[in-house]
RNA sequence: GUGAGCGUAGCUCAGCUGGUAGAGCUCCGGAUUGUGAUUCCGGCGGUCGUGGGUUCAAGCCCCAUCGUUCACCCCA
């Protein structure tokens, strides 16, 4: 047991009891991208180090210790991608996709990150995100949270409660940082200690500290919304006005900030309850400063990010049960000779669009016949030495009241699809 | 990285105050010959995560280690 090899903690099989969910899901997510004008983008799952060191923040959690990160045979520093968006805009910026023009892009695939694995949250995991770049306007920010919206529609999960704040611009952030340590300086002996660490390297994390005691401090904090300068103040004020307009309820968290330095502006969450402490199913924001820190020009830009095991879990939890196309046909073919004949006759229904599984090799009737009815199968033929004999095969239909019968091969198709 | 819970058949689990293992499901076979859901009977299947220790004796106690789950941290 113990010598057997398993698969890499954090990184899990998706089994096929499981992925009938996946498949449901990606299709949704591609179909409302396209819904939207999005268009797919994929890009290498392994890129060099500084890439995300530089995007995501040289004093991110990220960065710092959760990434797979490793020095190649050729000298090169390469790790495996934690997030998407940091590829996507260097892409963009290495294509020209975003020179003197807009795009909307979307993707899905592997992220990775070295975190302690809980529920929600895996070494291995899986994200879909969409990215509008080029968009300064509201209705970019906005546009993203409603295809968000769709989404959970789409899927038919309930309670997801989207949360919204505005980090305003470069100025804005700084003059609130300065404020917001100022009063935290005041209250630093009953602060916990992740929390008087962050002072100094990054004190808007603090702002969505779990801790009881630092939150009732916080209570008292300054709002980072009420130092937005004019400019930002009104652009928060058209997303809201667009999602009032769009019937999407929202509510502002003047403590949600984003683990990754490259947001600005306008930030959301998508949150719900029942997916225990990972409970933030997609998350998103601007990052108007990225493309241009890339080495593009400077281009404004937003989008989310969606954790699809998150969301399978969440699917799952609501016993939203799958309808799951059965087989139309269990072929059983009796001795090695209406084997080869089965074989045959197997691929002309699968031409005409059935779903056919066959026995393979030669068993007892009886448990071919309890596998067929196991599976679901709507009809079992049955082809033994009598059938081929007289170029029949049996039709036994499975589920409903409808009688056995031999039918010639060419008439078997007709029958099928005729019930 | 920190903390807590759990690791017994392929799966879900039981195993009383320590006496060298059990159920259900699955799978296979049978209840007369080539006809599926039920029922009945039988069978396959475990060095009780691993390594040490205590004991006449350990699945059960102790230590270590690995794995796993949840939470913290962080985040999708």
């Not at 990434?67 to 520093?77: H, L, N, R, S």
Request: proline share 3%; charged share 25%; net charge negative.
């Amino acid at each position: 047991m113990s010598s057997k090899l398993q698969s890499v903690k954090g990184m899990n099989d998706l089994l096929p009891t499981q992925s009938p969910y996946w498949q449901f899901v990606e299709q949704v997510l591609r179909e409302i991208a396209s819904a939207y004008a999005y268009d797919e983008i994929r890009t290498p799952i392994l890129e060099k180090t500084a890439l995300f060191v530089q995007s995501i923040g040289e004093q991110t959690d990220i960065v710092e210790k959760e990434m797979f990160a490793f020095e190649d045979a050729g000298g090169e520093f390469l790790c495996m991608r934690p997030e998407n968006t940091a590829s996507v805009v260097r892409a963009g910026v290495q294509h020209g996709l975003f020179h003197n023009t807009q795009a909307r892009l979307w993707y899905m695939g592997p992220m990775f990150r070295r975190e302690r694995p809980q529920k929600g949250r895996y070494r291995q995991f899986s994200q879909f995100g969409m990215e509008a770049v080029g968009w300064s306007g509201a209705e970019a920010d906005v546009e993203v949270m409603l295809a968000g919206a769709r989404i959970w529609k789409a899927l038919g999960v309930k309670d997801v409660h989207l949360y919204l704040n505005s980090l305003g611009s470069d100025g804005c952030r700084t003059r609130y940082r300065t404020a917001l340590v100022d009063f935290l300086k005041q209250h630093v002996d009953a602060l916990d200690a992740d929390s008087s660490r962050r002072l100094e390297s990054n004190p808007l994390r603090i702002l969505d500290s779990k801790n009881p005691d630092t939150q009732r401090i916080l209570e008292d904090a300054p709002v980072i919304t009420d130092y937005l300068d004019a400019e930002e103040s009104a652009h928060f004020a058209q997303v809201r006005h667009l999602l009032d307009d769009a019937r999407v309820a929202y509510t502002i968290d003047s403590s949600l900030v984003r683990g990754l330095d490259y947001y600005t502006s306008t930030v959301f969450e998508w949150k719900t309850a029942k997916l225990g402490a990972q409970n933030t199913i997609c998350a998103g924001g601007r990052y108007d400063d990225l493309v241009e820190r890339r080495g593009g020009q400077s281009t404004p830009a937003c989008g989310f990010a969606m954790g699809i095991e998150r969301l399978v879990e969440l699917l799952i939890e609501e016993q939203n049960a799958l309808r799951i196309k059965a087989l139309d046909v269990w072929f059983i073919s009796l001795d090695t000779e209406a084997n080869q004949a089965a074989f045959r006759l197997a691929e002309k229904l699968r031409d005409t669009g059935l779903t056919v599984a066959m026995n393979h090799g030669v068993g007892k009737l009886k448990s071919q016949l309890k596998k067929a009815d196991a599976s679901g199968a709507q009809f079992a033929l049955i082809l033994g030495s009598t059938e081929l004999e007289q170029g029949v095969v049996q039709v036994k239909p499975l589920r409903g009241q409808f009688e056995s019968q031999n039918v010639a091969f060419d008439a078997v198709l007709e029958l099928i699809h005729s019930r």
